[in-house]
């Protein structure tokens, strides 16, 4: 199954360049990172990225992550990936793609 994170172009620079990324300011405060299924991932983006240029949508393979991935309940009672205990890996991306933006709204291509 693939996972996403979403990434400003800083953060994904900082991956691309170092080979990891220990999180986002929200991620490293809550002591995991966050991830979205393709289900989740749109609105994460409405709603916690809205308005932000120069995002970048990263395909995590969610198999990589063994025990240190945990599915917990967050907005609306869902369960979502949560990533514990290690930082991600350039390995695990399985792909990245921008996330421009359209009539106000971030589009995601998940294919």
């Keep these: 199954m693939v996972i996403y ?3 400003t172009a800083e953060q994904w620079a900082r ?3 170092t080979g990891t990324f220990a999180g986002a300011p929200i ?11 393709a289900t989740q ?10 308005g932000v240029e120069g995002l970048m949508l990263a395909a995590l393979d969610s ?7 945990v599915w917990e309940p967050s907005r609306g009672g869902e369960d979502f990936p949560h990533i514990y205990n290690r930082p991600l890996t350039q390995s695990e ?9 359209l009539d106000g709204r971030h ?4 294919a």
């Design 63 to 69: 198999e990589s992550y063994g025990s240190d991935l």
């Design 27 to 37: 991620d490293l405060a809550d002591g995991y990172i966050h991830t979205s299924t």
């Design 15 to 17: 991956l691309d360049a």
């Design 5 to 7: 994170k979403i990434l």
């Design 41 to 50: 991932a749109q609105e994460t983006a409405d709603k916690h990225f809205a």
């Design 107 to 110: 589009v995601l291509d998940l």
């Design 93 to 101: 991306v399985v792909w990245v793609r921008p996330m421009p933006i």
